[in-house]
Structures are given as structure tokens and as C-alpha cells.
């Protein structure tokens, strides 16, 4: 049933590369690869994690687009500083729609943006007493701020200011977390150094903070979401499913997320994961250090969904397995409506994928469930334990290509004209203008939520919407057309 | 000398380099049971790791440091 035999595949690769000079095309050629999913360790077949070529048009974001953007941002109850010149923090403010509940400058501080707005003086002299200042300035305008994390950007790095001892003092001053994180966008190769970064941070200086309190109550039915940045309300639709099946959720990591929640998760009993890229290390130090297991879930389409409800209850008692049959049970009339509306206007349409984190594997069964093949799918930053999960979802001989460039992936959608590429804003109007239908897939096109069974619903309705949108017809000019 | 996360698995014991983003399963342990623990240990991929035997084997998983061998 896939779009391209294996030879062709292999052929169309072959031909993208072709223009590269040498030494380019021999380290980009370790990139691409046609999927056979009997292999059983991606990196057999595929390099990832590695550097750009110089000169390429990469999609990746820094470090500091890892930490602050994706893992710190979302808490919403500190203040996240973007420390270093005005521009990371002014263009990254807000776009990744994560949303929460509260009073924003007051409570919350989600969608503002703080800087210390670096300016010549501060290269040269050091921007230390600049910061020191500005978290007192914080205090008194936003007394409810629970704490304050300071994400440096390139030039904190290169002119060696000492933020750690300006955090150190600062946590004394104020008795709130006051959190350094060296997440300079130079660091790494990708966005996915700035996950680790951000990791080691809470790691180290936020969850240790409860350690000999023992005053939480806890359940046997507690869990921790993690790894969900509720973009688009993505939490909220997860959180309600695991509600109903009765567990209880006492941290949700990072989106709508609060310190006190990062501070409580180790006194779950459970550690459920959403996405592995971004928080896979705390995961792991939560299970070495608090003994708390840890499982991957995919909430995407209601065939994965009811797998992962499944999987999560199997860890508890009867009660819960119960619980997980009873929503199983509720939302399969309305899925079956969902899916007997969009499935006939979306069968059979091919779809390329080329996003980060968790999406281009974790989506494929909410397109399946829609009768859509998915014909390529490619990672910006994943490493190859990503890979090695998506091998065995995609089908054979389906494109995989890692930090694909504007180039190749041009290319491939040339040759292999999906239906529809998902992929994010930077690609968004070069396909809509070669007539493909595209969705923006790291904030679900300004729509969501997309996971759980609410987010379904939304989903089908959005990709029928852009794919049997009647601009697609408009694209030849009327006195073009044969009459 | 990387440091290495020792984990239990479904199929055995896995073996995790975060700094290198390998993870395999481990096929052999110099010493497994009881009294001793570590040793020589060869992964699925062939590489062979050292690590500092043990009185008693240690609650997993747990991050060692490892020499290469």
C-alpha cells in the first residue's frame, strides 16, 4: 500500500543528494534512509544528534529554545528571565500557545516576557548587578511569583558572567528557588541540549526541595503527567481521561504546571510520559533516586489512546482497570462518529511528517485511524532512541530523514506529492504555494487540543478542513484553465 | 570512564550512556549472583565495560561509573 518500492525510494535519496559537494553529501547521506522496520536499532541506519553542515537551511533551535521555550516556560507560578539581549525572549514570547489557568502578572507569568535587555555596557562590564537588580525589582511588582529561573543566552556564556552566585544569593535573599541554567543557544547541536539542561536544572535545584517533607498526603492511585506542555490545552484533554479512570493527577509537567507540582511529582507512584525526548532524563533520575517507575503513553487517535489506557491501568488494581474499560466504553460512540464523518473525505491521503520531540512517531496512529498513510517522517533534534521507537511504527520503505534540510525536504515533497505535510511555521508558506496542503504541527496550527479523545475530534475536523479546503482547486489562474 | 545507568528490563539488563545515547541490553555479567556483583560486562553490540564488582547487588537501576574495555 506505500507510495514508493524500496529501489525508488533509495533511488530518490540518492538523486537529493547529488548536489551537495563531497564531503556534504557523504555526511548527509547518513541522515536519510528508507525505513525497513525489521531493523531492529535505528542506528544501523541513521545518524542523528549530530551538528548541521555549515550553509544548510537547518529547521533546529537552540539551546536556549530547549530550556526556556519547551521545559521552564510553561511553569507558570515563577518567573522565567531570558537573560542576555532583548530579541530571544521578544520573538520566542507566547508562540508556543502553552495555555493555563490564572491571573497572568499577578499569579501567573506564562505569557510575559522578562529580560535583562543587555546593552553595550553590560558586554563589557558584566550583566551580574544588572540581574541582581531586576530580581528585586520582581519581587516587589510580583510578590506571588513561587520562584525564578535565569536562562542565559549566548552572550551570558561568552563574556563569563557568574550567574550561579547571583542565584545563590538571591534564593538566601528571598527564601524563593532562584534557578541558574547555562543553556547559552551555542551549546549542542539542537534544542535537545537545552531539554538535558533544563532537566538537570529541576534535578538539581527543585526537586531535592521536598525531600524530607513528608506531609503530602499521598494515594495509591497518584500519578505525574509529564513530559506535556499543553499547547493548545493538550494537558487538560490527557488529564480529564486519566481522571476518569480514577487515578489522581498530582503534578502535570510543565504545561499549566506549577512549582509546587514539580516539587510533588516524586510522591507519585507512577511517572507517565508524554514526551520521552524532553523528559527522559528526569525520568530516569526519578526512578534511580525515588524509586518511581516510569512508562511512555501516546494520546493521539482512540486505537492508541485505549492501548495506552490499557498499558497505564495494568500497573494498578482492578479498580482502576475497571476504570480504564469504563472510558474506553464512553468515548467509543462518539470516536465512531468522529471517524465514520472524516474518515471517507481522508482515506487513503498520504502524509509527510517532519517535526520534534515525540510527534512525527506518537502521531501516525491518530492518522491511521483515519485511514492515512503517513510516507515519510523525519525528526529536527531526536536521537536514536526516538528512531529506534519510530522504526517499528512507520511503514516499509518510507522515507526517514533527520534535521532534514529546507532543501532535501523541498525535494522530497516534490517527488513524492503527499496530500498533506505537517511540519512548522518556517515551512508552512513554501508548500502552501506549491499547492500542498500543510499543517503547522508544533502548535497544532493555532488550533488543539490534539491529545485525548476531546483532541481527536479536533484533529480529524482540522486536517479535513486543510486538506479538503476548496482553495486547493484555486491554484491555476481562470484564464489558465481549460475552458 | 562514562557514566552509566544500569537498569532492569524485560529482557534483562539494560545498559544507558546518556552522554552518548547508547542504550543496550546487556547479555553477560562477570559477577551475577549473590555475594558479588559487576565485573566484566559485554553488551548486545559487542563492546565490552568494567565496573567495580560489589558486595551485594544494588537496588536498579543505578548510575555507575564504567571503564571501557
Excluded at chain 2, 553490540?45 to 537501576?61: I, N, T, V
Amino acid at each position: 500500500m506505500c507510495a514508493m518500492k524500496r529501489e525508488e525510494a533509495e533511488a530518490l535519496i540518492q538523486e537529493v543528494l547529488e548536489v551537495y559537494p563531497e564531503k556534504a553529501r557523504k555526511d548527509r547521506a547518513k541522515h536519510l534512509t528508507v525505513n525497513d522496520p525489521n531493523v531492529e536499532q535505528a542506528k544501523k541506519c541513521l545518524v542523528s544528534n549530530r551538528k548541521s553542515v555549515p550553509g544548510v537551511m537547518t529547521i533546529r533551535g537552540c539551546a536556549y529554545a530547549g530550556s526556556k521555550g519547551v521545559v521552564w516556560g510553561p511553569i507558570k507560578d515563577m518567573i522565567h528571565i531570558s537573560h542576555g539581549p532583548v530579541g530571544c525572549g521578544q520573538y520566542s514570547r507566547a508562540g508556543r500557545r502553552n495555555y493555563y489557568t490564572g491571573h497572568t502578572g499577578v499569579n501567573t507569568f506564562g505569557t510575559m516576557n522578562f529580560t535583562s535587555d543587555f546593552q553595550e555596557k553590560d558586554i563589557v562590564f558584566g550583566g551580574d548587578k544588572k540581574l541582581e537588580k531586576m530580581i528585586d525589582e520582581m519581587e516587589t511588582l510580583f510578590p506571588l511569583s513561587k520562584g525564578v529561573s535565569i536562562q542565559s543566552e549566548c552572550p551570558v556564556g561568552l563574556i563569563g558572567d557568574d550567574i550561579e552566585s547571583v542565584a545563590k544569593k538571591k534564593t538566601k535573599e528571598t527564601d524563593k528557588p532562584v534557578v541558574a541554567l547555562r543553556c547559552e543557544g551555542f551549546r549542542g547541536v539542537s534544542q535537545s541540549l537545552g531539554h538535558h539542561i533544563a532537566n538537570d536544572a529541576i534535578r538539581d535545584s527543585v526537586l531535592p526541595r521536598r525531600d524530607d517533607d513528608h506531609s503530602f498526603e499521598s494515594t495509591p492511585y497518584d500519578v505525574a503527567l509529564t513530559g506535556d506542555y499543553n499547547i493548545g490545552g493538550d494537558a487538560w484533554a490527557s488529564r480529564i481521561l486519566l481522571e476518569e479512570m480514577g487515578l489522581r493527577v498530582i503534578a502535570q509537567w510543565s504545561g499549566d504546571g506549577t512549582l509546587s507540582e514539580l516539587e510533588l511529582a516524586p510522591k507519585a507512584k507512577v511517572n507517565l510520559l508524554h514526551c520521552y525526548r524532553s523528559m527522559n532524563y528526569l525520568a530516569r533520575h526519578m526512578e534511580e533516586k525515588y524509586g518511581l517507575p516510569w512508562m511512555e503513553y501516546n494520546f493521539f487517535g482512540p486505537t492508541k489512546i485505549a492501548e495506552s489506557l490499557r498499558k497505564i491501568a495494568s500497573l494498578f488494581d482492578d479498580k482502576i482497570k475497571e476504570g480504564a474499560e469504563r472510558v474506553i466504553e464512553k468515548y467509543q460512540s462518539e470516536m465512531d462518529a468522529v471517524i465514520a464523518k472524516y474518515r471517507p473525505r481522508l482515506e487513503g491521503r498520504k502524509v509527510m511528517l517532519y517535526v520534534g520531540g515525540l510527534r512525527p512517531r506518537h502521531v501516525i496512529g491518530a492518522y491511521e485511524d483515519l485511514g492515512m498513510e503517513i510516507v515519510g517522517a523525519g525528526y529536527e533534534f531526536a536521537h536514536n532512541d526516538d528512531y529506534d521507537r519510530t522504526i517499528k511504527e512507520m511503514g516499509d520503505a518510507t522515507l526517514l530523514y533527520d534535521d532534514v534540510t529546507g532543501y532535501e525536504l523541498e525535494e522530497f515533497v516534490k517527488r513524492v506529492r503527499p496530500d498533506l505535510v505537517g511540519s512548522g511555521i518556517k515551512e508552512k508558506y513554501i508548500f502552501q504555494k506549491m499547492g500542498i496542503p500543510f499543517r503547522q504541527m508544533h502548535s497544532w496550527d493555532y488550533s488543539g487540543p490534539y491529545h485525548g479523545y476531546d483532541g481527536f475530534a479536533i484533529f480529524a475536523r482540522d486536517m479535513d478542513m486543510t486538506l479538503n479546503n476548496p482553495c486547493w482547486d484555486k491554484l491555476q489562474a481562470p484564464w489558465k484553465k481549460a475552458a | 570512564m562514562p557514566s552509566v545507568m544500569i537498569n532492569k528490563t524485560e529482557s534483562g539488563m539494560s545498559f544507558y550512556v546518556p552522554k552518548k545515547d547508547l542504550e543496550e541490553t546487556i547479555v553477560s555479567m562477570e559477577h551475577e549472583g549473590p555475594g558479588r556483583w559487576g565485573g566484566e560486562i559485554t553488551l548486545a553490540d559487542g563492546s565490552r565495560y568494567f565496573l567495580e564488582p560489589m558486595d551485594e547487588a544494588p537496588r536498579l537501576p543505578i548510575t555507575l561509573r564504567a571503564k571501557r574495555l
